[in-house]
């Protein structure tokens, strides 16, 4: 690695970062401790494998490994002999022509443009030949699932059994697009994204050789915005430095980046938590007056919102040495205070509200909306907190308490006004810290049922259609008694019916419920109850004789009830006429005589 502090000439182009500090050996890669151990076996025990898929996100050293290790396999001293090896202390025979991609042995292709079956077939052709200088003839192909599916084909051959002097290295953002046919023949390494405090500690050694003064804060900006990509963390500091002109601050990296002061993000969570949309959304609009994007303060928000979830869960995870001291102390706090269902709740709000941000045409009123949903949710109560408090009030919900001030906005509907009742203690009360108190189901009032009709109407009264009308079509009754139902079942009876029926008679009735099913035929079913009712009706209805008359008279018709939800007939008809009026008299009566 040529030596930092030294200046360039003024005829050489200036290198980046992300080129000038690239690993050129196994001792310079950070964060891939387990490959490296792993390969350093593997060639000191002479187990090398014959293909090598290397794998991860972008920035993480793939094809830098995979340079590395074509040098390994033709590490060779200056002085002759050597095996492979892991172990590069000085530059042999065939090293600096490999760094720099000029090695005629060591082939680097990019399967972007290099990925139909005329280029597989002249490499599968090449690969026949010796190597003319080096140990070995490697071929490293980058974005390899990028190679149509008849290329793979044709390379398995050869890669399954290649010649003693070839080896593979692939390299892949995206291994499920690999063929499984591929993968097997190759030996797999995941290369793991940077730890953000590993990231951290080599950002500022490059900082100390490049002269740079930059401070703590300011790097694990950095470090988190790269999400542990080592290349994209270095244009980040390339593009700081040339940003602030040698002395970079957390000032200059937030503006760079679009991002919110950690401090304010953290003011912008406890508004949330408190329910303040006021306060929330003003904070919000000063981030944005500053240069912040409203869709990068909802993801720095959710950022904070996890980590405060991972203290809660488990404090030693405050030292994180990413976090910033407030984070660390303030995070801590808010950790005792909120429950772990608010905090999730909020999570999956932001999760949802972030893409909204992202591609909304106006992402700052889209932020504004989103903040306004947390204030709002932040303020509803849990289901345990309505069942504490419908029990403290013998069953009814508490008086809602007045406005805090007439320049009050108007309340919401009906509903919400209820919600908000129970949500909010009286004026007098002192603010209680947030915690989730344990519901006491057994001292709610129970409810008693006198036969099953009323469990009929039970299920209506909560809205269950589907379980009404499964009472009613499919349901014989054997036997009733509050607590216990002996029925039998239908054929065509949904799956789960009795369980479901039992499980929801004990929460609306607040007791146990058993459902036995009886082998006795038992009652009709109430639809079929309903139905004879209607055919005895109908049965009345056809043999009055003024009704029969008008039957004889227009033959095909049909008596139809026109009503919702009523019997057939509801009134009695009119008195059957004499034996000696004529047929004909039936005629004048109207239709709703009839």
Not at 471 to 496: H, N, S, Y
Request: aromatic share 4%; glycine share 6%; charged share 25%.
């Amino acid at each position: 690695m040529e030596d930092a502090n030294t200046k360039l000439p003024d005829t050489q182009p200036y290198r980046v970062l992300a080129r000038k500090y690239r690993p050129q050996t196994f001792d310079d890669l950070i964060g891939q401790d387990a490959m490296v151990r792993t390969l350093s076996n593997a060639f000191e025990t002479g187990r090398i494998h014959q293909a090598y898929m290397l794998t991860g996100v972008r920035g993480v050293g793939k094809t830098t490994t995979a340079r590395i290790l074509a040098r390994g396999l033709n590490y060779e001293p200056e002085e002759g002999g050597g095996k492979p090896t892991i172990h590069m202390p000085v530059l042999g025979r065939h090293c600096q022509a490999i760094i720099d991609s000029r090695h005629m042995d060591v082939m680097e292709l990019d399967a972007a443009s290099h990925n139909g079956i005329e280029n597989i077939r002249e490499i599968t052709d090449g690969v026949r030949y010796a190597p003319v200088s080096a140990r070995f003839k490697v071929l490293i192909m980058d974005e390899v699932q990028m190679v149509t599916t008849q290329a793979f084909n044709a390379l398995l051959k050869t890669l399954e059994e290649p010649p003693p002097h070839v080896k593979f290295i692939f390299a892949t953002t995206e291994i499920r697009k690999v063929p499984i046919t591929i993968l097997s023949r190759c030996q797999r390494f995941d290369l793991r994204r940077v730890d953000a405090g590993l990231l951290t500690r080599h950002l500022g050694s490059i900082c100390e050789k490049e002269n740079v003064t930059i401070d703590a804060e300011a790097l694990a900006m950095i470090a988190r915005a790269a999400e542990g990509s080592v290349r994209d963390s270095l244009s980040l500091l390339d593009q700081a430095i040339a940003h602030s002109g040698g002395t970079i601050d957390a000032e200059n990296v937030r503006a760079m980046l679009g991002l919110a002061d950690r401090s304010r993000v953290i003011d912008l969570f406890e508004a949330v938590m408190r329910g303040d949309a006021a306060s929330a959304l003003d904070e919000l609009r000063a981030q944005y007056d500053q240069g912040a994007d409203p869709a990068v303060v909802l993801s720095e928000l959710a950022e904070f919102t996890h980590f405060v979830t991972r203290v809660k869960i488990s404090p030693a995870a405050a030292n994180d040495p990413s976090a910033t001291e407030v984070e660390k102390v303030r995070g801590t706090e808010l950790a005792g205070k909120l429950s772990m269902k608010v905090l999730t709740r909020q999570w999956q709000m932001l999760l949802k509200g972030i893409p909204e941000t992202q591609t909304a045409a106006k992402p700052l009123a889209a932020a504004d909306m989103v903040l306004a949903r947390l204030c709002y949710a932040a303020d509803l109560p849990s289901p345990e907190d309505l069942i504490r408090q419908l029990t403290d009030n013998g069953g009814s919900l508490p008086a809602r308490s007045p406005a805090p001030s007439p320049s009050a906005p108007a309340p919401p509907a009906p509903r919400a006004q209820l919600i908000t009742s129970v949500a909010q203690p009286p004026m007098q009360a002192q603010p209680q810290p947030m915690r989730v108190p344990q519901a006491d189901t057994a001292a709610l009032p129970t409810r008693e049922l006198a036969n099953f009709a009323e469990v009929v109407a039970l299920a209506q009264e909560k809205r269950d259609l589907p379980l009404k009308l499964s009472l009613e079509r499919f349901v014989r009754l054997v036997a009733f008694a509050d607590g216990r139902l002996d029925i039998a079942l239908e054929q065509g009876t949904p799956q789960g019916f009795v369980n479901d029926l039992s499980r929801k008679l004990s929460d609306w009735t607040n007791k146990r419920w058993l459902v036995v099913i009886s082998a006795e035929r038992g009652e009709a079913t109430l639809r079929e109850q309903a139905e004879a009712r209607q055919a005895a009706v109908l049965s009345g209805i056809r043999a009055h004789p003024l009704v029969r008359n008008v039957m004889e008279r227009f033959p095909g018709a049909e008596i139809v009830d026109v009503r919702d939800n009523s019997p057939v007939v509801t009134q009695s008809l009119p008195p059957a006429p004499d034996e000696n009026d004529e047929p004909d008299d039936a005629e004048f009566y109207s239709a709703d005589d009839i």
